[in-house]
């Protein structure tokens, strides 16, 4: 059925977490303070390196779950899925971030911007649009968020006018075209809005699901090898100016990307469902907060404890750590404050609809009212708009 639940992809989603995860804490050589990330030796931190490419699984995840969540749903409710969804675990996770900062003194930040936190980055990292003010992120995983909030208000676009199959094609050809058109153009606003670097991610998953829902065809697929081609250019040539990074090679990032596609093709075409085990549910639940503060739990362990501890020893505590947090922000925060603001938002928007006027309420106007001629008894002599007249 087209509705049944995936287990496979809560894997997948999981999986793509710890990708991000090795990472930062083993990958990335530069950004935890003046001595870099704990060196583990060997082929481990070669490997590791492409874990940011899991950040690449999840956009194309993205597009696949949520028009899969989306189909037949009112634009309001969908804003309620996507409120109560992503809100809670990243609120305290914003919060956890500052207070760990503000007491051990160990902040992440980009050149240029300013180590002194404040509310004043606080407050606007809180709302999730802090990019679009040019407030710092809190924690550097915060970036994709923003890329994500793209694409969900380009979907509730979508679900406003309403999901068909034909207007999910249309929409995706014209935002994977439009995308790129954009960048030679002068347009900002459009250039920011329909994130042409990531658009190919999010359209190819949308045509994944169309594949698992309707079956496989050439559109379908053109569509999904068009955002693939894009994809691998995009992520093959963006180099990040602001992280000293290891050496990368071009061939490794386009066979990750590449993967990540492949991939979803397998659960696309219900090639994975040997995959499918619902004791996967719980492991993907934790993916949320585990990408969340992952970063910002080890940036701090490593620095409290690089003297005390070996590099294996750091390594392990701050995934258990990071997984043990992750676990109570599920239980303790995530599931409770969804079951609290999930109805009071539909009570919201149920207020906001009663207050709509009725749709086939009399449209107002200024004009007098003039009443309908009277239809003469049958019999009688025919004007023009009378019998025999469709007008």
């Known amino acids: 059925m087209p509705d049944e639940r995936l287990y496979e992809i809560d894997l997948l989603r999981f999986v793509a977490a710890v990708l991000v995860l090795l990472h930062h ?20 931190p070669h490997v590791t390196q492409y874990g ?10 993205s597009g696949f779950v949520i028009l899969m969540s989306s189909w037949g749903r009112p634009v309001g409710d969908y804003a309620v899925s996507r409120v109560v969804r992503i809100l809670p675990a990243y609120w305290f996770a914003v919060t956890l971030a500052l207070g760990l900062y503000m007491t051990t003194g ?9 180590p002194d936190l404040s509310l004043l980055v606080y407050l606007p990292n809180m709302t999730m649009l802090q990019e679009g003010v040019g407030v710092q992120d809190l924690d550097p995983v915060y970036w994709t968020l923003w890329v994500e909030l793209h694409f ?20 995706m050809v014209a935002w994977l075209i439009g995308g790129q058109f954009v960048q030679e153009t002068e347009f900002t606003f459009l250039k920011v809005l329909l994130i042409p670097e990531w658009a190919p991610y999010f359209i190819a998953g ?12 050439l559109v379908l697929t053109l569509i999904a090898l068009a955002g693939w081609a894009l994809a691998v250019y995009h992520r093959s040539t963006t180099v990040n100016p602001d992280l000293k990074l290891p050496p990368y090679h071009q061939a490794v990032i386009a066979a990750g990307v ?5 991939v979803m093709w397998l659960v696309a075409t219900r090639r994975l469902r040997w995959l499918a085990w619902r004791h996967w549910v719980p492991v993907g639940a934790l993916t949320y907060p585990v990408y969340l503060v992952h970063d910002t739990i080890g940036r701090v362990l490593w620095e409290e404890y690089r003297d005390d501890l070996g590099h294996w020893q750091q390594l392990g505590v701050s995934v258990a750590v990071t997984l043990t947090v ?21 009570a919201a928007l149920e207020q906001i609809r009663r207050a709509e006027p009725a749709a086939d309420a009399a449209p107002p106007t200024l004009l007098p009212h003039v009443p309908a001629p009277r239809r003469p008894a049958p019999g009688g002599p025919a004007g023009p708009l009378m019998a025999g007249s469709d007008r």
């Open 152 to 171: 969900y208000a380009l979907i509730a676009l979508l679900v406003w006018r309403g999901v068909t199959y034909a207007r999910c094609v249309a929409f």
């Open 326 to 346: 992750s676990i109570l922000i599920y239980r303790l925060v995530e599931k409770p404050v969804q079951r609290l603001l999930r109805p009071r938002l539909k």
């Open 258 to 262: 590449t993967l990540a596609f492949l």
């Open 206 to 217: 949308m045509a994944f699901y169309l594949m698992y829902r309707f079956g496989p065809n």
């Open 52 to 61: 940011f490419l899991g950040v690449d699984l999840f956009f194309v995840i």
């Open 25 to 44: 804490f083993v990958g990335r050589i530069a950004g935890w303070g003046p001595e870099g990330y704990p060196d583990l030796g060997g082929v481990l």
């Open 106 to 114: 160990h902040v992440w930040i980009r050149p240029g911007d300013d």
